[in-house]
């Protein structure tokens, strides 16, 4: 098992690697370009890691 974003801190922060945040990460899907999608379950949001670990907040509705 491998860390590729965040630290284990709770929080809500887009960075890269262990800069970015999130409470209580849920659901993991993998796309097809290799992007990672998380499901911030107490953020209520779905964020992005890409290959490069840089990790983004989906806009709502996407």
Do not use: E
Not at 15 to 20: D, K, L, P, R
Request: glycine content about 16%; charged content about 10%.
């Amino acid at each position: 098992v491998s860390t590729i974003a965040g630290d284990g801190t709770p929080g809500y922060t887009d960075g890269t690697g262990t800069t970015a945040q999130f409470n209580r990460p849920y659901g993991v899907a993998v796309g097809s370009s290799g992007n990672v999608y998380v499901a911030d379950f107490s953020n209520h949001h779905i964020r992005k890691i890409t290959p490069a670990g840089v990790v983004s907040t989906l806009p709502d509705g996407t």
